[in-house]
Structures are given as structure tokens and as C-alpha cells.
């Protein structure tokens, strides 16, 4: 069993929840996070002085899957996700040593 | 002649009927009693406009400055009104105005005190307001200006010591000065004019917030290594309702500085103190888009006030045109002054002394420049600004000098980064949100 950890640009959200529910993942978690990369930020001015943003909001995606699956939810992540430009953000794919549902006690890939 | 019962009783309602409407009908004042119902309910109106200031004040503090702080600005913001208030019944009325006095400094007595009969009501002011009417109306004035210094000393200042000066401030400082104008002092005598208080209100906070943030120190981490660091206001919905309760609070701020409902003065005031706004925002708009390369919000929010500040002192007595340059001219010198301000390491975090001291001179100077009367010099304006100046920042600086010595006016270090709503108030102002630490 895999995690998956998407970080996408925010706007592209209801995309990449599309796509994912095109091949079968029905469960996920998002939370609002902020980061840089490469991005970096950029100048602005308030009240007449220069200030530095340099990080970026984001919104992070948690999917457990099941080994097989890996590669797709990657993929249409990847593709529902990427913009072209600076940002579109990173996919971390680590492993899971266990996952239970909590309403029934299922543990292994009947919980996913 | 035979005197017919019904004819007298026929004869109350008539006459008292024709007492309102007969324009011939009049009372001592040489007013009728309607034309005095008309006068005063304008004047209590005006109150109430000048009233809701202060939520504009709070509004706009709170918009501008961190999440953390919030608690803690709306309620010096809260206390403010009270303590305005309250002393101005207890003693600042009084100062204020004190009847015959030596044109510096004199005392009418302790508390209210409502003149009998017809002397309280349409005797009081030539059937302009009443005794309270006039109190009540002049007590929104003093809060007004006690509430100023709380956004230039905002997100750092110890709360205790900031009631405390709060407290002498309006109760002692602004009342004795605003005696020398419109308590009939020596510079009323002189023929120094200020309409609703560019200078007696805004200057006299203005000053009193320059004491303060001087004595006080700028906000850990604004300026760094020789840089100015901004620190972003929380929330600009806020803010910007915050202006527009300023600006409506000021139909009755200037409004009712008229000091009856005549038709013309008031429709005048409500153009020139309109105008000037419009066009204080228009001209920081256009400043600040030049100097920042984008148009900042807070900056033109800072503009209409400045416009608002500028008129304050001439409202009456300039022409259309001349409102509007005034507010023109106080909307570009707002958006230089809060740059200016920064780049001599004088924190503040909502432009006040921009706005409020700055603005306040030059509405004030302007009256000398401006106005359709004759009467009115520049030069004289300038011994006002001047004399009010001195005394009140020397006033200000040595309470709150004091102030420092005997409790500190500060918060501690750990107290400013973790924000004053915990440590002082133990309540956050947004619970369940999550705000991040700057």
C-alpha cells in the first residue's frame, strides 16, 4: 500500500478530483498548505514598501492506494494537475506499513 | 361682553397651534419652537453619525493591523467611548468650556450642570440645541480624538498604560486646548478659525500620537537592517468598512459643527466635506499607483480620510472648488507622509499621524489659503498650529514619558510575536481559525 502526496496549484483542485474519480479513487484528503520551489516568489509593495512572498498557497492531496494502482493515480494526477508553467507543484509517493478503518476495524488493502 | 366658555377652550389649541406655525410667533430667542425641534433634531442626529465613528475607527484599526491583535484593538477601541465619554460629563465639558475665563485655562465645575428653565432649552443657543444636546454632541468629539493615538500605538503597547493616558489625555489635555478656540480662548480671540476640528481634534490626537510612538519604538522586525519591513493588515473587507463608517460618521462631524440645521450651511458642509474625501481618494489613488506601481488599497482607504481631515477646518468657508483642492492636495501628501514616517523609523501601523496629524496642519493652514472670509489669516492659522503643537505634543510626550517610568508602555517581546489578544485578553478574535505567527 502507497501513499501518494500531491502538491497541486489550488485552481487545479476540482481537475484532479475529476480525473481521480475517472479511474476508480473515491477517497482522499486535501489540506490548504503554502510552499516554494524553483517558484519562488516575487516582489510587491504595501504602503510604500518593497516585501518579498515567497511561499505560494497550494493544496496538498493524501491518497492511499493499493500498489497496483500507483502508477494510474500518478499519471492522471500528473496530467489533471500540470499547467506548463512554474509551480504546478510535486508528487511524493512513500509507503504505508499499515491502514484501518475506523468504523470497522479493517485493517490491509479492505481498508484503502 | 358676556365671556363664552367655548371660546376659551376653543382658543388654547388655536393659539398653541399658531405658536409652531405663525412666523411671528417666537419665543425670547427670537426663534419659533418648531424651527428649534428642527435644529436640535439635527444636532442629535449629527451626534449619533459622529457616534458611529467609532466603529469605523475600530474597523479600520483592526483591518489594518495582525489577526493576533484584534481583541485587543477592539477593545481599547470600546473602552475609548467609555472613557470619552464619562470624563467629558465628569470635567471635560466644562474645561472645554468654561464660560468667562482668562482665555487660557479655566474650569466651569465638576459634572453637569443644566441651566433652569428656557436657559437649558431654546434659551441655550439661540434655539440652535439644547444644554445636553450640545454636551452630548461635543462628547462624541472628545472621544474621537482620544481614539486616535490607539492605531498609531497599536500591536505593541501595554494596555494598562494606554488607558491610563487615554484617560488624562481626554479628560485634561484635549479640553483645555480646545478652550482656546471654541471655549472662547485667546485664539478664538485672535481670530484663529477651525470649523469641526482639523486642528482641536485631529491635530490635538494627531500630536498626542507622535508623543506616543516616539516614546514607544516601532513593532519588532518593521525595520530591519536599515529596510522597512511591511506588516500587512489582516483584513481589508474590514478596513474598507471601517472608511466608509468614517466618512458617513462625518455628515455628522462636520455636519453638525454648523451648530444648527440651517439648510444652506449644512448642504454647503455636506458638498465640501463630500468632495474633499472624493477627491482625497482620487489623488492618493493616482500617487500611490506612481510610486508603488500598483494601487494599494490602504493607501486610498488613508486618502478619503485625508480629504476628511483636510475640510474638517474649512468646511464652512470655502467654495466647491476650494474643497476640492484641499482634498486633493491632502491625498497626495497622505501617501508621501505614511512613506515618510517609515523611512524616519516612526511606526504606524494605520497611517494616523499621516491622516490624522499631517492632514490635520494642512486642513487647518488651509482655512488661511481658502477661505471665502476675509477674516480668516494664514498666519494666524499658523500660530494655531503651532500653539496647539507645542502644548499638546510636550503634554502628551511628558504623561506618557511618565507613564513609562512608573508601569512601562510596552509589551514584553514574547508578548508582541505571540500577539496581544492571549497574553493580554486571553481570548482570540477569530477562535477556530487558524493564524499563522508573522
Known amino acids: ?112 | 361682553m358676556k365671556k363664552n366658555p367655548f371660546f376659551t377652550y376653543l382658543a388654547l389649541p388655536v393659539v398653541s397651534v399658531l405658536a409652531f406655525i405663525a412666523p411671528g410667533a417666537a419665543n425670547a430667542a427670537g426663534v419659533s419652537q418648531g424651527l428649534f425641534t428642527a435644529n436640535n433634531t439635527w444636532m442629535l442626529v449629527a451626534t449619533f453619525l459622529v457616534f458611529i465613528m467609532h466603529l469605523g475607527f475600530a474597523a479600520l484599526e483592526s483591518g489594518l493591523t495582525r489577526a493576533k491583535n484584534t481583541t485587543n484593538i477592539l477593545f481599547k477601541n470600546t473602552a475609548i467611548v467609555a472613557i470619552g465619554l464619562l470624563t467629558y460629563a465628569l470635567c471635560g465639558f466644562n474645561l472645554m468650556y468654561p464660560g468667562d475665563f482668562n482665555g487660557w485655562i479655566g474650569f466651569a465645575g465638576v459634572g453637569l450642570s443644566l441651566p433652569a428653565g428656557d436657559g437649558g432649552l431654546i434659551g441655550y443657543a439661540d434655539g440652535a440645541y439644547t444644554y445636553y444636546t450640545d454636551f452630548i454632541f461635543q462628547a462624541m468629539f472628545a472621544a474621537t480624538a482620544a481614539t486616535i493615538v490607539s492605531g498609531a500605538v497599536a500591536e505593541r503597547v501595554k494596555l494598562s498604560s494606554f488607558l491610563v493616558f487615554s484617560a488624562i489625555f481626554v479628560a485634561i489635555v484635549y479640553p483645555i486646548v480646545g478652550s482656546w478656540k471654541w471655549g472662547g480662548g485667546w485664539l478664538d480671540t485672535m481670530g484663529f478659525y477651525d470649523f469641526a476640528g482639523s486642528t482641536l481634534v485631529h491635530g490635538v490626537g494627531g500630536w498626542g500620537a507622535l508623543a506616543c510612538v516616539l516614546v514607544l519604538g516601532p513593532r519588532l522586525g518593521k525595520y530591519v537592517n536599515g529596510q522597512v519591513k511591511p506588516i500587512l493588515g489582516h483584513s481589508m473587507p474590514l478596513a474598507t468598512v471601517g472608511m466608509f463608517l468614517l466618512w458617513l460618521g462625518w455628515f455628522g462631524f462636520n455636519g453638525g459643527s454648523v451648530l444648527s440645521a440651517d439648510p444652506g450651511l449644512v448642504s454647503l458642509v455636506f458638498v465640501t466635506t463630500s468632495l474633499a474625501a472624493a477627491a482625497g481618494v482620487l489623488a492618493s489613488m493616482i500617487t500611490s499607483w506612481m510610486v508603488q506601481k500598483k494601487p494599494d488599497l490602504s493607501m486610498i482607504l488613508n486618502g478619503s480620510l485625508a480629504g476628511l481631515v483636510g475640510i474638517t477646518a474649512g468646511a464652512d468657508t470655502v467654495t466647491v472648488m476650494g474643497s476640492i483642492i484641499i482634498g486633493l492636495i491632502a491625498g497626495v501628501l497622505v501617501v508621501f507622509s505614511v512613506m515618510f514616517f517609515d523611512r524616519v523609523k516612526i511606526d504606524d501601523p494605520v497611517g494616523a499621524l499621516s491622516v490624522h496629524l499631517v492632514c490635520g496642519i494642512w486642513g487647518t493652514l488651509a482655512v488661511g489659503i481658502f477661505s471665502t472670509n476675509a477674516d480668516h489669516k494664514l498666519w494666524v492659522q499658523l500660530v494655531g498650529v503651532i500653539a496647539y503643537g507645542v502644548v499638546t505634543f510636550a503634554a502628551a510626550f511628558g504623561l506618557f514619558f511618565a507613564l513609562k517610568g512608573i508601569m512601562g508602555v510596552r509589551v514584553t517581546e514574547q508578548e508582541e510575536m505571540e500577539g496581544l489578544d492571549m497574553h493580554e485578553h486571553g481570548v482570540a478574535a477569530y477562535n477556530g481559525f487558524q493564524t499563522t505567527n508573522q
Open chain 1, 1 to 112: 500500500m502507497k501513499k501518494v502526496e500531491a502538491i497541486i496549484k489550488p485552481f487545479k483542485l476540482e481537475e484532479v478530483k475529476k480525473a481521480l474519480s475517472e479511474i476508480g479513487i473515491v477517497g482522499m484528503t486535501i489540506s490548504e498548505v503554502k510552499g516554494f520551489g524553483r517558484q519562488k516568489g516575487h516582489k510587491e509593495h504595501y504602503r510604500g514598501a518593497e516585501y518579498a512572498i515567497e511561499f505560494v498557497p497550494k493544496i496538498k492531496l493524501d491518497i492511499a492506494v493499493n500498489d497496483p494502482e500507483v502508477e494510474k493515480v500518478v499519471e492522471a494526477v500528473m496530467n489533471s494537475a500540470r499547467t506548463g508553467s512554474i509551480g504546478d507543484g510535486k508528487i511524493f509517493v512513500t509507503s504505508l506499513t499499515e491502514v484501518v478503518r475506523i468504523r470497522t476495524g479493517e485493517m490491509g488493502e479492505s481498508a484503502l
